[in-house]
């Protein structure tokens, strides 16, 4: 069975585009995380998703991020417009009950801000 | 500040020998989770502990979760190469409903 798919893999950009990550949750689970982690703060919950609905986005830094889930099998999070301070590996991760569950965490997306 | 504190940060040490690597918290978990995590790699389950005082055993690794469900160790046996990485604790702190994680340990075990 595949695993927690996240795209791009690695990402190169300029401060000030628009960066979009994308993740595809593992089928049949039904809650859904975005990461981020950095060598300084670790791996911090930035939001997360249950049914599609977000539950809590108090990690999200600020307004320049966002993120969606349309539907049960794709979620994106968006940054606009990026600034070099938002390098780091964005993971994704789903599981099929309680957020306090064991996580399944898709293989990152490195963004790098020039 | 990290809400769940590991120590050490790093550690680097030679295959065969034996080491642990401790998670504290000033708040009480109702249950605590241990990931490793290998370069380009999201982070792995290893263990999930839930009772005060428990201590399960995988292979080589002993897990520890504290009387007071505030604290953890990783005890691990005889290391081996394959056991480098960033080993993470992770739970779920009264109030909150999705994991917090720790500061991480890197390992690295040389050969």
């Known amino acids: 069975d595949a695993g927690v798919i996240q795209s791009p893999r690695h990402e190169v950009t300029e401060m000030g585009q628009e960066v979009t990550l994308r993740c595809k949750p593992i089928?049949?689970?039904?809650?859904l995380f975005w990461y981020r982690q950095t060598m300084m703060r670790g791996l911090e919950l930035l939001i997360y998703?249950?049914?599609?609905?977000?539950?809590?986005d108090s990690g999200m830094p600020e307004d320049r991020f966002s993120a969606k889930m349309p539907n049960a099998s794709f979620s994106t999070l968006k940054i606009q417009p990026s600034e070099p301070r938002d390098s780091a590996v964005y993971f994704c991760a789903s599981n099929p009950g309680l957020a306090a569950n064991e996580q399944f965490f898709g293989p990152g997306t490195r963004l790098t801000v020039l | 500040t990290q809400l769940l504190e590991q120590s050490p940060q790093f550690l680097s040490i030679q295959e065969g020998e034996n080491l642990t690597v401790y998670c504290n918290s000033s708040?009480?978990?109702?249950?605590l989770q241990w990931y490793r995590q290998e370069p380009g790699e999201g982070p792995v389950l290893l263990v999930t502990?839930?009772?005060?005082?428990e201590v399960k055993k995988l292979k080589r690794l002993t897990f520890q979760f504290g009387d007071a469900r505030k604290d953890s160790s990783l005890h691990i046996t005889a290391a081996q190469t394959g056991d480098t990485g960033l080993y993470l604790c992770?739970?779920?702190?009264?109030?909150?409903?999705?994991?917090?994680f720790g500061s991480g340990t890197r390992l690295q075990v040389q050969p």
């Open positions: 708040s009480v978990f109702s249950s």
């Open positions: 502990v839930v009772t005060g005082g």
């Open positions: 992770a739970g779920v702190i009264t109030g909150r409903r999705a994991l917090t």
């Open positions: 089928s049949g689970h039904n809650s």
């Open positions: 998703f249950n049914n599609n609905v977000p539950i809590d």
